[in-house]
């Protein structure tokens, strides 16, 4: 039948065989940048530390460094005395060893003297004139952080493909690092259908929309890491789809068509992808809801991926969250531990009617009592997103769920 989807896979080991099929991670451009710049881009090659962190066995506390068997048997009642051996100033590193029965004075991120395992926070202590008293005992370790403690020379500190932003980038300037190599993608979005309009048209005829989609899958996109260009909307005419289509695909790295659903709008996708060689089309439609006619092609050769999103929004969304963005971390070969799919479990607030056969994704928020409340909306809404904190994911196996069971949410 025209149109209709009759072979679908599941969504994971869908995402596995196109990298396989397509043999990710691709090679693409590099551009370094600087850092100060480099928010929201991905990284194009790992990086490894070129010194320690600290580099310097430091204070976390204000107090006096101390040897820790000095001051084990402190106590208010009982307290220590210490000789005063002076002030470590920030930024100085002393040229001399603490001994036994001394103390010196520390900031809050100073430097330990040699000999020094520890420090006695200042409310636990008390200077009279060369005498610090210490009421109260330290462990070996206590309120320092050794040299190298978070990370040695050589490790590694972020990896290929990851995103730069303001989690890491202080990682990166600490070691010195001005600027970043960044993968150089290019990835062009087309709106197909003839009911499609743009955003900028005042007056559209009954039975056609503006093209919400398009900047929904932009936005969608930057805020992964992931810039985009949007080049306008796609006639349904054969002739001209395929020309324009062909136009983007010579110019882009990537190409997101968003509202093939159609029948006619599918056909043309469907036979203009299965053109491409080696190997052309390997995706005909995805065994989730919604989302089921979701298409995707690859040219090895050439270093070119065309997918075809359904073009309900709802639809189009969830599919870019679970399947498009997955397939980009692959094909940029980013560590699959470090995925920007954060999972959590909690109670579902509600009944959730679902049948088996398929996997199924539903709009949700958080409720003050940290169970998942669903948002029913069908694929052709458009608010649903706005109030939800993420997706409640319902595996194929299962149907209606009670309320009181624990789901998986996929959190944005």
């Known amino acids: 039948m025209s149109g209709f989807v009759a072979e679908v896979k599941d969504r994971e080991s869908s995402i596995n065989e196109v990298s396989s099929v397509l043999n990710f991670p691709w090679s693409f451009q590099k551009n370094e940048i600087e850092l100060f710049n480099a928010c929201g881009q991905r990284l194009s090659n790992n990086i490894y530390a070129t010194l320690p962190n600290p580099n310097y066995t430091k204070s976390i506390r204000d107090g006096y460094a101390v040897k820790s068997s000095d001051v084990c048997a402190s106590t208010p009642s009982t307290p220590t005395y210490l000789k005063f051996k002076g002030s470590i100033n920030m930024g100085e590193v002393l040229d001399v060893t603490l001994l036994n029965g001394e103390a010196f004075s520390i900031h809050t991120g100073g430097a330990l003297p040699k000999g020094a395992d520890s420090v006695v926070m200042l409310e636990n202590t008390s200077l009279t ?47 010195g690092i001005e600027k970043v190599s960044v993968q150089k993608i290019k990835i062009s979005i087309l709106s197909t259908g003839d009911e499609i309009f743009p955003i900028s048209e005042k007056n559209i005829p009954n039975g056609c929309t503006r093209d919400g989609n398009a900047v929904s899958l932009k936005m969608l996109l930057e805020r992964y890491g992931y810039k985009s260009e949007y080049k306008g909307i796609l006639s349904d005419q054969k002739e001209e789809f395929e020309k324009r289509v062909t136009e983007e695909i010579d110019n882009a790295d990537v190409l997101i068509l968003s509202g093939g659903s159609s029948v006619g709008n599918r056909d043309n996708c469907s036979d203009y992808l299965n053109k491409l060689s080696n190997p052309g089309l390997v995706l005909r439609g995805l065994n989730m809801i919604p989302g089921k006619p979701t298409l995707l092609a690859g040219d090895i050769e050439r270093r070119k991926l065309v997918i075809s999103l359904p073009g309900h929004p709802l639809s189009c969304i969830i599919v870019a969250f679970t399947f498009l963005l997955p397939i980009l971390n692959k094909m940029l070969g980013t560590d699959p531990t470090k995925t920007f799919l954060r999972k959590i479990r909690c109670e579902l607030e509600s009944d959730l009617s679902a049948k088996t056969g398929a996997e199924k994704f539903f709009p949700a928020k958080i409720s003050e009592k940290m169970t998942a409340k669903p948002i029913l909306a069908k694929s052709a809404y458009i608010s649903a997103l706005s109030y939800a904190d993420g997706l409640i994911s319902i595996p194929s196996s299962r149907e209606t769920i009670r309320r009181g069971e624990e789901v998986e949410m996929l959190l944005w």
Do not use: C, H, M, Y
Not at 153 to 170: C, T, Y
């Open 129 to 175: 004139r060369n005498w610090v008293e210490i009421r109260g005992p330290v462990q070996a370790g206590e309120n320092i952080v050794q040299r190298g403690e978070e990370f040695n020379i050589n490790d590694l500190i972020l990896s290929k493909g990851e995103l730069i932003d303001f989690r890491n980038a202080g990682i990166l300037a600490t070691l």
